[in-house]
């Protein structure tokens, strides 16, 4: 089956840093890879779409120069938290899919703490 | 506009017992997916179950089952002889123009 990776698992960094999340797929090309973030007990948020070479799509409410999406290879997307604060603190999740109507395969997640 | 909803928070069944999760979905699409995503205490999404809208058939995956009615756009998951192992969150979500996920329901399989 598809596989894809998330690293790091869980993270913690002070506020004001940036931390950079990774999503690969290991065994498949995915032409869009999209990242969600996961409060506890709740459903998950689409923050942003994103298409390999091309900007990221960002969901309304969601802050481009806050969260940078890049996905520079139809294997590798990262987003990175700019400026980190306590509110940043979440799970956030990635999947990536080969098109847009076919499944998305998840990555195990990224807790994210900031103190 | 798109949206999805499981009216149940959190259901409990009893091991070996059958349980029902209800979906409810509206789309203008006139093709789209429809999935049911298990978030177990790992927090990994698993795919339990994918519909294609044009089809007729319901889909059926080893002990999970749909029951898809179109024009009532209703999605609910059927899980049959339920084991521990069930317990998870239950996402039902819907992929048109874009992918949607509902609020979840919480299935816990009593021993």
């Known amino acids: 089956g598809a596989v894809v990776s998330q690293h790091p698992s869980w993270v913690i960094c002070k506020s004001g840093t940036s931390v950079k999340i990774e999503c690969r797929s290991l065994d498949f090309q995915a032409t869009t890879m999209f990242w969600y973030r996961q409060f506890p007990k709740q459903s998950l948020m689409l923050m942003a779409t994103?298409?390999?070479?091309?900007?990221?799509?960002?969901e309304q409410g969601v802050e481009k120069d806050k969260f940078l999406i890049n996905h520079a290879s139809l294997t590798l997307s990262t987003l990175t938290v700019t400026s980190a604060h306590p509110e940043d603190s979440s799970f956030y999740i990635c999947?990536?899919?080969?098109?847009?109507?076919?499944?998305?395969?998840f990555g195990p997640g990224t807790r994210l703490t900031v103190l | 506009a798109q949206t999805v909803t499981q009216s149940q928070p959190e259901m409990s069944v009893q091991e070996a017992e059958t349980v029902t999760l209800s979906c409810t979905y509206d789309t203008s699409e006139s093709n789209y997916y429809l999935f049911w995503y298990k978030q177990p205490p790992s927090r990994q999404m698993i795919l339990v179950i994918r519909q294609e809208a044009y089809k007729q058939q319901n889909a059926t995956e080893n002990r999970f089952s749909v029951n898809f009615q179109k024009a009532a756009k209703s999605f609910s998951l059927k899980i049959s002889d339920s084991q521990l192992g069930d317990t998870a969150m239950y996402f039902c979500?819907?992929?048109?123009?874009?992918?949607?996920f509902g609020t979840g329901t919480s299935l816990t399989v009593i021993p």
């Open positions: 994103s298409n390999e070479g091309s900007k990221a799509t960002y």
């Open positions: 979500a819907l992929d048109g123009n874009q992918f949607y």
């Open positions: 999947s990536a899919a080969t098109s847009h109507y076919n499944e998305q395969f």
